[in-house]
């Protein structure tokens, strides 16, 4: 017999997906255990409540019955949407590749994924204003990122930066400096990056994050634009 044991979260709604007619796979990133994997029966059916409530991008109170071979919801309650956000399709697909790459992160230790839940939840709430610029604020999340993940860039060794080998622009370097000394409360003060600042970021992102994890990080840039 499976005894059955309960949990009570917060959750930001990563992903979902059709199991079967009636039923969805979820996938949610929770702040004190990490990415699941849940099931919501009855999730397609006419009469479910829960189906708004359970939509990528949402912070959601989450019930879940925790058994050895599944995971499923009993309850949820919508905390917040995020629906100016929303209601832009660029900051929308930012936000939803966001997503994407914190699935795919190799996280081995359960406490980065507190400080990874805390890093996306202040993005979101970032990007839900109108006053946020997308890509700074996905530049700026990636380098706090970095940090949750346990390596952090060294950006006194040189006027220019020297990151294991690796060297940056004057430029990239500076914007880099003033990411270390802002929060997401005061990112708005940051001047808006550019385009092509952006694609160096990454470039840089991918190389750097690949010689610490041997796994790169690759930030899609597909929606960028010169401001």
């Not at 919501?40 to 006419?46: A, C």
């Not at 912070?59 to 949820?76: A, S």
């Not at 995020?82 to 081995?108: H, Q």
């Not at 202040?122 to 204003?129: G, M, Q, R, V, Y």
Request: charge should be neutral; proline fraction near 1%.
């Amino acid at each position: 017999m499976i005894k059955e044991q309960y949990l009570n979260t917060s959750g930001i709604i990563l992903k979902n997906s059709r199991l079967n007619d009636t039923s969805a796979n979820i996938t949610v990133l929770t702040q004190g255990s990490g990415i699941l994997e849940i099931t919501r029966f009855g999730y397609n059916s006419k009469k479910n409540y829960s189906k708004s409530v359970l939509q990528p991008l949402n912070l959601t109170e989450l019930y879940i019955e925790m058994k050895q071979d599944r995971r499923t919801i009993k309850d949820c309650v919508l905390s917040e949407n995020f629906g100016n956000l929303k209601k832009d399709y660029k900051r929308t697909v930012c936000a939803s590749e966001l997503a994407d790459s914190i699935i795919k992160l190799r996280v081995y230790d359960i406490k980065d994924y507190s400080l990874i839940f805390v890093l996306f939840k202040k993005f979101l709430e970032a990007l839900n204003t109108q006053e946020s610029h997308y890509l700074t604020l996905t530049a700026y999340f990636y380098f706090r990122l970095a940090w949750c993940m346990g390596i952090s860039f060294d950006l006194d060794s040189t006027e220019e930066g020297s990151l294991k080998n690796l060297s940056i622009s004057k430029n990239l370097h500076g914007i880099m400096k003033t990411f270390s000394v802002h929060k997401f409360a005061d990112i708005n003060e940051i001047d808006y990056i550019t385009e092509r600042e952006f694609i160096e970021f990454c470039e840089m992102y991918k190389k750097y994050t690949g010689y610490h994890f041997g796994n790169p990080i690759q930030i899609r840039t597909s929606l960028i634009e010169e401001e």
